[in-house]
């Protein structure tokens, strides 16, 4: 049974920093691509930030140099730091596993992220 979790999420004020996890199994962790998108009421899901089997990151433009995405393949786990969170961060942020080819496409359930201004 696969099973992506999620947790980390809160109410934060604006400048504040969260660290979200997102601990995976019943698939194979080390060869997925892991992603963090989130939705905000009204708009369309979005990618944040992505890192790829060998440690290759992507970010959306706007949480450069404010997320950092990383990865323990020993404990099957995806995290976001998010540092300097603003307002507009305020979403249902979800994990994503996907090997195009080699395995499924999954997500997690969410978690909610509040930024306070």
């Known amino acids: 049974q696969v099973q992506l979790v999620e947790s980390g999420g809160g109410l934060v004020q604006s400048g504040g920093s969260l660290r979200l996890s997102c601990a995976a199994s019943?698939?194979?962790?080390?060869?997925?691509?892991m992603g963090w998108y989130r939705q905000a009421p009204g708009k369309q899901r979005e990618l944040v930030a992505a890192?790829?089997?060998?440690?290759?990151?992507n970010y959306a433009d706007s949480v450069k140099g404010r997320f950092t995405i990383s990865r323990d393949n020993a404990k099957n786990t995806v995290y976001l730091q998010m540092n300097n969170l603003k307002p507009e961060d305020t979403a249902v942020y979800s994990c994503?596993?996907?090997?195009?080819?080699?395995?499924?496409?999954?997500w997690g359930q969410g978690t909610q992220v509040t930024v306070s201004s």
């Open positions: 890192i790829g089997s060998g440690g290759s990151t």
């Open positions: 994503n596993a996907h090997r195009r080819g080699l395995m499924g496409d999954y």
């Open positions: 019943g698939i194979p962790f080390s060869i997925a691509t």
